[in-house]
């Protein structure tokens, strides 16, 4: 590969790691090597080098040390490594001298060598990097890759892997909203580490160890607007914190520890809260710290010190469902350790839930279904119905691919859809929002099977080829004979689970068919492969509280899901 020289004034100063034009064996070498083959042409070749400076030169959390050449006429000036890789010149001129910038390598002095070329005399010099820190990692994200990411977060994906520009094999760490994330950097010094972002301002700091070495501190921040997520919602699942890492970061005045575990609410999800004079109160406790609250566009509505691990405060009281993201920091204005997400509905007293058409007054808690789980329900022209009760807002069903298959308005405390009819078990999603295409307030799961209504009513659901049987092959309805009997779909996981190291939750179980469906608090987590009645879904997740639904087919070859199980984990790190 050839990288063309920077030419600066008379002198032409590579500035790339591979050196162009012809060079013998000896110019590629390290700088001992070199300076060793060079010295028996020292006293016919004339250097062009007539003096070497180096400087210690920091700019924020950047560090290096300066190299200056000064050299007497045109020539190629390189600056190789130990390793005889040539420096990328920062700059050069004759009249101004040749400039490199060497960044720490965590050792305390390392031999570098300078040359003008073939054939050349070497100056040896020995960068001294004593006493100096190592330069905090460098974020190696485009525009573009951010812009993606700002996407991605209006949308309510928050986690996303960055990039930084290490020492090979240093010790990267990354702090985001309060969150800590450590890995090693590879051996071509590139750590790839997972972020968790929120919709608004992020504050992001990197920082390396290697060995003794420790680097300065970067300090970035990131602004992402909110979207489709319902804006300024917190990182994490959306009903219950982060475990904010490993840190346990201190109150801001010299006393307890904060502890990200220990943040609660007082108040339930979808909790009726009465306001008095303008204001409703919430409260909950923590071990320390600050509370912050902030409503569903980002703004602070309250903030507060925690008093013997408790907390209270007053927020503006607005008619209707609202959202209210509670952080816990260890300082007043510091970034957020742990957050809770909270559901709730302020009535004035004697107020008659609204009609939904201005998005407001929608219960939570009032979504109802009419059918019953496992229900049989007979198609009428190619379709069946679903029904049921809330208090007002608008009513979406999505099918198990979360495509659409209806949406209407509730009216009069009632909703009615019809829903394409397709023969077999299947999932419904209804979700509950306050208008036509705002954010779910509310769902349910429900698990329903249609009747063929044209194989003699009455039948249970099966292959399609005879009443009454059980779920079979497809090819001669129940299991027959001596064989074998499909797996239950059953999952080995609850309760509390551990993230792996790289960020994953691995759930087994068995599992009839092919495929096992995975969902994670109603969303597509993906298809997984089952093997000899077992399946493995590794699943990506943030720590906080989640509800998983798996689903499984019978027969592989329809579009019926005819298994379905649930489970609630804990993910912690």
Known sequence: MNLRPLTVGSAVVLASCIAVGAASSGAFAAPEQHARSAASSATTARSAITDVQQTPQRVGDQQWVEVRVTVDAPTVVRLLDPSGEPVAAKSGDPRKQVVFQVKPTGQDTARYAVDTGQSSAVRVVDLDFRGLPLSAPLDLSSERRLEEIARAVAHGQFVHEMRYDALPGAEVTVVANGRSEVVTASGDGVATVPV?????????????????????????????????????????????????????????????????RSLRLDQQQGAELTPKDGKITLSGRASAGWITVYGSGEQVLATTQVEDSRWSVDIPAVAGAQIAFIALSATEHGAPVANERLSYLV?????????????????????????????????????????????????????????????????????????????????????????????????????????????????????????????????????????????????????????????????????????????????RAGEYRVRDGRFAAKVYQAPGRYKLTFLAKTNPHTSAWDHLTTTEVTVER
Do not use: M
């Open 347 to 523: 009535r004035e007293t004697g107020e008659q839930p609204g009609n939904g058409n201005g998005g407001g007054q929608v219960d939570p808690g009032s979504l109802r279904l009419d059918q019953q789980q496992q229900a049989d329900l007979t198609p009428k022209d190619g379709k069946v119905t679903l029904s049921g009760r809330a208090s007002a807002g608008w009513i979406t069903v999505y099918g198990s691919g979360e495509q659409v298959l209806a949406t209407t308005r509730v009216e009069d405390g009632r909703w009615s859809v019809d829903i394409p009819a397709v023969a077999g078990a299947q999932i419904a999603f209804i979700a509950l929002s306050a208008t036509e295409h705002g954010e779910t307030v509310a769902h349910e799961l429900l698990h329903y099977n249609v009747i063929d209504a044209g194989s003699g009513g009455g039948e249970q659901p099966g292959n399609g080829n005879g009443g009454g049987e059980t779920p079979g092959d497809g090819n001669a309805g129940g299991s027959g004979g001596g064989e074998q009997s499909p797996a239950e779909l059953a999952v080995d996981q609850s309760g509390s689970v551990q993230l792996d190291s790289e960020g994953f939750v691995t759930y087994t179980g068995t599992a009839p068919g092919e495929t096992v469906l995975v969902l994670v608090n109603g969303k």
């Open 196 to 260: 968790e972002f929120r919709a608004g301002d992020n504050q992001v700091r990197a920082k390396q160890v290697l060995g003794e070495k420790e680097s300065l501190e970067s300090d970035d921040h990131y602004t992402f607007g909110g979207g489709s997520s319902g804006g300024g919602e917190q990182p994490g699942d959306g009903n219950g914190g982060g475990s904010g890492g490993g840190e346990q970061p201190g109150d801001g005045n010299g006393g307890e520890q904060v502890d990200p």
